[in-house]
């Protein structure tokens, strides 16, 4: 395998595998769906929504038992955290410095990693939600940008449950009982009549709202509940809270 390929498999990948699957075997439940809707092989953008920073490893999970060696784009402090960042460095994840001159690097990367065949996830909320019932927020547009420069499929990856294995605010893990990892793997979302207009902020918002929409869409089914008629924008909120 070459080092760095689609099939290359670091050693803090296999490190992660050994310990952390059967872990999640035997201390969660999983409802997995979509999974047909991977391609065995070939570039693709998978994105999904961000409940709980314990939904990478659930979503590697999702990912790799499908077949695929995930790559994510994970904040650059992870990477010089001992042994996680390790584990990240050697995995071939991919660091992102956030509001810094050199986060187009990440960009560029993932650009380079779709386009040589690879699987690369990406959260484009970019953090765990902000939203205060936890549906997928208002995001930038970077996801929407990396879509749109490829011509590989953008597969919505609709998740719930890991918030109730980490809950929000908190370090220690609920175990008991045993929390359900939900994932749906949907369909391509449809841009290719994007793709062929010009790269302007309103496509990129347009290519946003339909990103965002297909996974709101499949969390509201997994919830059992109605679509949000509104959003979560957190810099809307915060002005609102400034100026009140």
């Known amino acids: 395998m070459a080092r760095g390929g689609p099939d290359w498999q670091g050693p803090g990948y296999r ?13 969660t439940r999983r409802v997995w769906r979509g999974q047909e809707n991977l391609p065995p ?25 499908s077949g695929r060696r995930p790559r994510f784009l ?24 956030r509001d810094s001159r050199h986060a187009g690097k990440a960009f560029d990367a993932a650009l380079e990693a779709v386009g040589a065949g690879e ?37 919505p990856l ?42 302007t902020a309103d496509v990129l918002r347009q290519a946003t709202d339909r990103i965002l929409d297909a996974l709101t869409e499949r969390v509201a089914a997994m919830r059992g509940e109605p679509v949000p008629a509104e959003r979560f924008d957190p810099r809307k909120a915060a002005a609102d809270g400034a100026a009140g």
């Open 119 to 155: 699987c690369v996830i990406i959260y484009p909320e970019g953090t765990v939600t902000k939203d205060p019932a936890m549906w997928p927020m208002a995001s930038k547009t970077g996801a929407a940008r990396l879509a749109l420069q490829t011509s590989v499929p953008v597969l």
């Open 158 to 199: 609709a998740q719930w449950g890991a918030q109730d294995l980490l809950p929000r605010n908190s370090k220690r893990p609920r175990l008991w009982p045993r929390p359900t990892l939900q994932m749906e793997l949907g369909p391509p979302v449809p841009l290719d009549d994007l793709r062929a207009l010009p790269m």
């Open 41 to 65: 092989t070939g570039g693709v953008l998978v994105v999904a929504n961000h409940v709980s920073v314990a939904d990478p490893t659930a979503v590697a999970y999702f990912v790799h038992a």
């Open 15 to 27: 490190v992660a595998v050994v310990t952390l699957v059967p872990l999640l075997r035997a201390f």
């Open 74 to 97: 994970a904040k650059s402090t992870l990477f010089t955290t001992p042994v996680v960042g390790w584990v990240l460095s050697t995995a071939a994840q991919i660091p992102v410095q």
